[in-house]
């Protein structure tokens, strides 16, 4: 019998000089995808992914095609390792930028597409950011509804409940300061600055998001093969439509990541297999869904773990 499967995709800050390196070499799928994303984008992607410098793979216009490469390549050489023995995904999600690779892996969105929306969606959050400084802080110890009454009349926002101990909160700087020293009377352990460009999933976005809308206007995309988790509603998607709405609300709207799993839970999902660089979405799994089975596939050794 076979276990009933979530396949879950990174999102931004994953990124490391690197990675699937091993995988490329081992499959020729794997190393197509790299190349396919050198010449969509026409810069050498590849080389920034493979050998950094590090400053420029993490400026958001190539972190995030490079994160989406680096995941759709360990994805495809993970198929073609495993052939008629791959597992078929019950529910896929993606965080945030890992919602994109999420909707490449279900057919949802042509690769070359994505990234060429992502490389935009890098260089629109950045601008975003850079217009009005902005910042986001991790509250430990703090649930969802304590962090929404801390940012409450600060101009702060919730922007990603990924558990019930780690709720992200982000606004513009003096908003962000307020929200935080709140969360602080309000009982959070901590409350950790994140080292990002600026208030992502908030209202500071709204210009990059206006911008993105009308790109995905012209964006073509189809039915996925099974439901997607969407970020802000936790909830699948099963249809362009659906697509299409949760495109228009992601880069303003909270994260709900907690949900998302919970919902997979609810739905009797036993194992999450985290496909991409880093293990961030295998330990937050690994608290929300207390004994379920937890794989990331990150090199090529970690292909291997999953039967």
Not at 174 to 180: C, D, N
Request: hydrophobic residues 45%; proline residues 4%; charged residues 20%.
């Amino acid at each position: 019998m076979s276990v009933i499967t979530a396949f879950l995709f990174p999102g931004q800050g994953a990124q490391e000089i690197g990675m699937a390196s091993d995988v490329v070499v081992a499959s020729a799928a794997a190393k197509a995808i790299f190349d396919e994303a050198d010449d969509v984008l026409g810069i050498s992607l590849g080389k920034i992914i493979l050998e950094g410098p590090a400053e420029e793979l993490v400026r958001s216009h190539n972190a995030q095609p490079a994160i989406l490469t680096a995941s759709i390549a360990l994805l495809r050489g993970l198929e073609e390792r495993m052939g008629d023995s791959m597992p078929v995904p019950t529910f896929v999600a993606g965080h945030s930028l890992g919602e994109y690779t999420a909707l490449v892996a279900t057919g949802s969105l042509d690769f070359a597409q994505a990234l060429r929306l992502v490389r935009r969606r890098g260089e629109l959050m950045q601008a975003a950011a850079q217009a009005t400084p902005s910042g986001m802080a991790a509250l430990i110890g703090l649930t969802l509804e304590a962090a929404r009454a801390a940012c409450k009349g600060t101009g702060a926002e919730v922007a990603n409940s990924n558990s019930e101990q780690q709720v992200v909160i982000a606004g513009p700087n003096a908003a962000l300061e307020l929200a935080i020293e709140r969360a602080k009377e309000a009982g959070a352990r901590r409350a950790l600055p994140l080292e990002v460009a600026g208030a992502f999933h908030t209202r500071v976005m709204q210009p990059a998001q206006d911008e993105m809308d009308r790109l995905f206007a012209e964006t073509v995309l189809s039915t996925p093969s099974v439901p997607v988790i969407g970020n802000t509603t936790a909830t699948p998607l099963v249809n362009a439509e659906d697509i299409r709405a949760e495109l228009a609300d992601q880069l303003c709207g909270c994260v709900y990541w907690q949900q998302t799993i919970e919902y997979m839970i609810a739905n009797g999902v036993e194992r999450y297999v985290e496909i991409g660089p880093g293990k961030v979405l295998t330990g937050l799994a690994r608290r929300i869904a207390t004994g379920a089975e937890t794989v990331a596939i990150g090199d090529l050794d970690a292909l291997d773990t999953l039967t």
